[in-house]
């Protein structure tokens, strides 16, 4: 089918939009965008998945969590530190606005680490639901996060170090 007819088939979770077939195929990786696929003949037998790919799935989608988790762990200790002591003493070194400026940062990124794990673990178990191939090896997700942490910890050094010496 050439990329300008159709639309995908069935949506069985209800929790991913419809999206036309051509679009699918680009951003998945199937025989119509994939190098080398005009050589490439569609699969007659549907792919064997290993049990062993289902653990590994979830294994990376807890791991995924388990960042998330610990980034909005870490806001929510930091939005307390500055607290004064039981007797009204407070001694800090960092003001109290930039721990709410680092805490309004590592909530907001917890939560998109946490939507991309969950929306990266969906796509996945439906191509193993359905026996087919692509999306396996995504390398601008974890990019873009990986920048995304990046810049927010140069941020937070940053605005720390202002505040250590000014």
């Not at 195929?25 to 025989?31: A, C, N, Q, S, Y």
């Not at 080398?36 to 699969?43: S, T």
């Not at 805490?103 to 991309?116: D, E, H």
């Not at 439906?126 to 990986?146: H, S, V, W």
Request: glycine share 6%.
């Amino acid at each position: 089918m050439p990329p300008s007819q159709g639309a995908s088939g069935s949506n069985s979770s209800g929790f991913m939009p419809k999206i036309p077939q051509w679009l699918s195929d680009k951003i998945h990786g199937t025989h119509f965008y994939t190098e080398g696929a005009e050589i490439q003949l569609p699969r007659k037998i549907p792919m064997r998945v290993e049990p062993k790919s289902y653990f590994a799935l979830e294994r990376t989608f807890l791991s995924w969590v388990s960042m998330a988790v610990t980034m909005g762990s870490v806001s929510s200790v930091l939005m307390n530190f500055t607290n004064p002591d039981a007797h009204g003493h407070q001694e800090q070194r960092i003001s109290r606005r930039t721990i709410d400026v680092i805490t309004c940062i590592y909530a907001p990124l917890g939560m998109v680490i946490l939507a991309y794990a969950l929306w990266t673990y969906e796509i996945r178990s439906r191509f193993m639901r359905k026996k087919q191939f692509g999306m396996l090896d995504e390398r601008m997700g974890p990019t873009i996060i990986a920048g995304m942490v990046l810049v927010t910890l140069m941020v937070i050094f940053t605005l720390a170090l202002y505040d250590y010496f000014y």
